[in-house]
T-cell receptor
Framework: GQNIDQPTEMTATEGAIVQINCTYQ??????LFWYQQHAGEAPTFLSY????GLEEKGRFSSFLSRSKGYSYLLLKELQMKDSASYLC?????????????FGKGTRLHILP | DSGVTQTPKHLITATGQRVTLRCSPR?????VYWYQQSLDQGLQFLIQ???????AKGNILERFSAQQFPDLHSELNLSSLELGDSALYFCASSTSGSPYNEQFFGPGTRLTVL
């Protein structure tokens, strides 16, 4: 089967750094997405990793290790508006069912 | 504002009924994706259309069907509705049919089945 695991909830302080982990076990792998979703709103794209390594985009960075089935999203200089759910999703090769599988999301709470 | 529109925003109906959800992709995007999001299941990929043709299929029930029209808007039809179909339904669009492209999500349709 296909499985994506991420912590259900995390709490961090404004101005700090937080790392949200995601592990996956899937039959095939094209790449891994991270999305941000504020309560009651649509998901918005943050990053897409295909190759191993770290990709930095402003305050957000995403890391992938394909051999370990592991990714993390790193958020720096946390702001109150970063309070949201963060969804990890794996894109599967064509021909597989469930072309894109999402984890259940990590709800991040930012404290002042 | 992602540029993807969905109608209606809210829909309340009864078990056994049939509803149609509508999605207009961003200008120039050829792919449309449909997702279901419920509290216990998270975001579930249902189906993808690219330039009018079905491209990929996920966890879509047989009671559900979708199509993409020549003007690239898409409709998701849900029939014989059950209480468990109550969820937020998102449509997303992307420029191509490739899974590598960023998807832009619409605001969603909240379906409540009573």
């Amino acid at each position: 089967g296909q499985n994506i695991d991420q912590p259900t909830e995390m709490t961090a302080t404004e101005g700090a750094i937080v790392q949200i982990n995601c592990t996956y076990q899937t039959s095939g792998f094209n790449g891994l997405f991270w999305y941000q979703q504020h309560a009651g709103e649509a998901p918005t794209f943050l990053s897409y990793n295909v190759l191993d390594g770290l990709e930095e985009k402003g305050r957000f960075s995403s890391f992938l290790s394909r051999s370990k089935g592991y990714s993390y999203l790193l958020l720096k200089e946390l702001q109150m508006k970063d309070s949201a759910s963060y969804l990890c999703a794996v894109s599967l090769p064509r021909g597989r069912d469930d072309k894109i599988i999402f984890g259940k999301g990590t709800r991040l709470h930012i404290l002042p | 504002d992602s540029g993807v529109t969905q109608t209606p925003k809210h829909l309340i109906t009864a078990t056994g009924q049939r509803v149609t959800l509508r999605c207009s992709p961003r200008s120039g995007d050829l792919s449309v994706y449909w997702y279901q999001q419920s509290l216990d299941q998270g975001l579930q990929f249902l189906i993808q259309y690219y330039n009018g043709e079905e491209r990929a299929k996920g966890n879509i029930l047989e009671r559900f069907s979708a199509q993409q029209f020549p003007d690239l808007h898409s409709e998701l039809n849900l029939s014989s509705l059950e209480l468990g179909d109550s969820a937020l339904y998102f449509c997303a669009s992307s420029t191509s049919g490739s899974p590598y492209n960023e998807q832009f999500f619409g605001p969603g349709t909240r379906l409540t089945v009573l």
